[in-house]
């Protein structure tokens, strides 16, 4: 059958169940076998006997069988990216799993099991995609499909797929998806500087298991990626972001604690890598030092940037919040994030080799802008810091720099002179200013001559 007598037959069938359905909701048709059974089954439709249901079930099976999509090991070979066509097992494959949430059903599982080994890829990864499904009312047999795709499968984008089931069997099976996990980063163990989804998912499934279940496995893990930072700097990347995930202020506690402990190993690991990529003593090609260069800092930056997003500094984005941060709740959290922050600028202010490029530092600044009110004494401090460690990096000739600043100066000036006074606190806004007054901006200079304020 054709893949046009295979749309005339499907468009049919549905037709006819749309006749047939007594749901309020009429089921819609389209050209998607999954959607349809999404539909039917979030419907409320639990009676596998059910006549409507049994159409669908037939049609799923049917195109289970059907010879579209065709294979080709030319372009089979070279499949690299998640894209596939309406062919009708692409759709089974969708599809199948849902049928399994009405209860056991072998018919549909011999369907599974056959598409598991199909010779296209794009059908492997759909039905593993959704093979988390089964695990409802079939749960070792889903295991045990899984467990061959992660033995045998040798395209990643498969192996891909699998991730996605991965992350929906975590809170049902912690174990066996652990030792899942291990198995499928065995298999995508080499490390590359290039984005490998799988690879990816799975690092971040280590950190979550580090610092939700305190996984021994997975703590040592983090820790090779650790010690060995030019080497595995895709992973120390991909760690990293999935680790500052975790300092946000809806967390507290232990877990917490093991999140902000692990991300704190984790910068000074990044830092150790940074240096020694500056230093470039292992003669690393100049594109493949930059790749790993930009892996690395990239942590940095993300840890300021998700921790400015965090605290819900800017009060344009804090009004399309449903539920926003409350003084006593941001404080809390800038509390709590304030040791990333004070690594970060420990490896800043290091001589020649210590960065803080200008989009970072500008979002630290908005961030002690943000808290100033708080703690002006420290955020004072900080910015002085922030300024100095970014300023090699030109970000004093930046006017979003000095509107920054200006801010702040102005902000302790206004409503801060009596918790400034002391000597460390002159000489942190004397440092701040100086900053931009070497750059020639008059602002900077006006808020100089402004310092007696302090005084009054």
Known sequence: ???FDWRILFVGQLKQLVKLTKSPVPIVVKDNLQAEVTKLFHLGTRD???ERFQILRKLVLTAADHPSPAPNPEYDSKWNSATWSPAPRNEAAQALSWLTHFGEDNEALAAIQKLAHDPVPSVRFLLACELWRVCEHMPNAMWKILDELADKEEN??????????LWNLIRRDKVRSLALIQKLLKRVEEETDDEEKARTALICMVVDYAVWHADQWATETIGH???NPVECSASLSTAGHRLIEHIKPQHSGAQLELARSLLLNHLDAVAHGLSNLRKNDANIPQEKLQKKLRLLYGVIDDSVLRIYFAADIDPNLRQRKEHPLSDEQRVKF????LPVLEKILSFGKQPEVGILLAPTAHHFMELLNGVLRYEPRLSLRMAAEVVSCSKRFNYNLDSMAM???VKLVESILADH???????ASIKNLLELLDAFVEAGWPEALNLVWRLDEIYR
């Not at 800038?334 to 994030?337: E, I, T, V």
């Open 48 to 50: 596998s006997t059910a």
């Open 1 to 3: 059958m054709s893949g």
């Open 225 to 227: 990626w650790q010690r």
């Open 156 to 165: 990643g984008v498969v192996l891909q797929g699998i991730t996605a089931s």
């Open 417 to 423: 002179r009596e918790s400034v006074q002391e000597e």
């Open 334 to 337: 800038f509390h709590d994030a």
């Open 403 to 405: 509107r920054e600043t």
